[in-house]
């Protein structure tokens, strides 16, 4: 029998939920069912309610549990990445409709509107979404999506969930969050009026840089649920049962390890802030930055463990700030245990809008004198 239920506290339910001793053998830790397909009896029914992995298998079933507790909806569906969860939202949707898209987000999201859905006829508008009065302009009687991503990726920009939600649900439309970089302990969008959230769990969730994954968890077992959860089925971009595994495993630490590096990113955050070589810190834990006092309001213990700065010069100074570096890793991807740096106009490409003097930080759960003490290093490439 499962040890929890929903009234425990986030660490209670991320050691217990969909983690249950395994009733065949006793196994304290859930076994990966690798079998695709499963015994009907001889009048035709499935006893144990699985048929075929694709449309769901035991570990799957676990995380998608575990998913729908943390953020507190009434079901949720994972992917084989972030992006499959991102396209199983436009995939729901028909030619005709319009969405309105962050025009500064995880580069992937925009770039998939624009290069897969407008070809299908989905029309969009990209918004500066810490502006309400662009995103309430931009609503058209056809609006059905408002994607929202905060702290956003690179700048951390705040937007006003509980806002930009009920400007979605004035038109009819969904508000849709990419929760990846605050993680369900430090932000939880369902609670603010958001109707879904959308993680790659292959950031904080999973946290050990070892499988890729995606999220969507729904406020509301709705029609609307109902049509992604097919897309899901049918369109089978659904994670394999080990990588399930491995993202339940990493649920279980994950209140431990968000607040680590919460902490040490703010200190990180202080450091950068004071040094002469760097010219901007983005990291909403500042008093300085534009979003502060909304990120105050709307997050809960902290901030994250995501910033980003631009150090004095261009793209040849962040680089070299990067190459000077010995403990963090330079890398894209984040919210793993390790610390990772990356130069973020490089990897996005020539239509980039990303300043080229700026480094995105992914801060791990070392020791935080460490990193400052190897970024202090890094940062005399350049000073
Ligand atoms: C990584 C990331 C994604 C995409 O996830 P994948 O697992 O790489 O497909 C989407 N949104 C944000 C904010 C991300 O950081």
Redesign the pocket.
Known sequence: MSKQNRHHHVETQAVHMGNQVDPATGAVVPPIVLSTTFERQGDGSFPHGYIYTRSQNPNRQALEESLAALEGGARAMAFG????A?NAIFQSLKAGDHVIVPNE??F??PKLVREVYSHLGINASYVDMTNLAAVQAAVTPHTKVIWI?TPS?PLLSITDIAAVSEFAHRAGALAVI?N??ASPLMQQPLALGADIVMH?T??YISGHTDA???ALIFARDDEFTARVNMVQTLGGAVPSPFDCWLIMRGIRTLPLRVRQQTSNAQRVAEFLADHSAVETVFYPGLASHPGHALAAQQMRGGFGGMLSFNVRGGADEAMAVAANLQLFTRAT??GGIESLIEHRASIEGPTSTTPQNLLRVSIGIEHVDDLINDLRHGLRAIH
């Not at 990445?81 to 499959?84: D, E, I, K, L, P």
Request: proline share 0%.
């Open positions: 990445s972030g992006q499959a991102t987000a995880y992937g999201t991503e990726n990419d990846t970089w790659a292959t950031k890729l994954g995606g991807s984040l």
